[in-house]
C-alpha cells in the first residue's frame, strides 16, 4: 500500500513539475501588444506635455 501512495506522489510530482502553463504569444499578438504599448507611451507624453503647457499658462497669469 505503501509503495502504491509513493509512487502515486512520484508522479503527481513529475508531472506538475513537467507541465507548462506558459502562454505563447504568436508574432501578431507581439507586435500588437508593441503597438498598444507605444500607443501609451505616446498618449502619456502627450498628457504630460499638456500639463506642463496648463502650468505654464498659470505661472503667466501670476
Known amino acids: 500500500m ?12 513529475v508531472a ?3 507541465t507548462g502553463c506558459r502562454d505563447k504569444k504568436t508574432a501578431g499578438e507581439k ?3 508593441a503597438v498598444d504599448d507605444a500607443g501609451d507611451a505616446v498618449e502619456d507624453a502627450a498628457d504630460d506635455v499638456g500639463d506642463a503647457i496648463d502650468d505654464l499658462a498659470d505661472e503667466i497669469e501670476e
Open 2 to 13: 505503501r509503495k502504491i501512495i509513493l509512487g502515486l506522489a512520484l508522479l503527481f510530482s
Open 31 to 33: 507586435i500588437e501588444e
Open 16 to 18: 506538475t513539475v513537467f
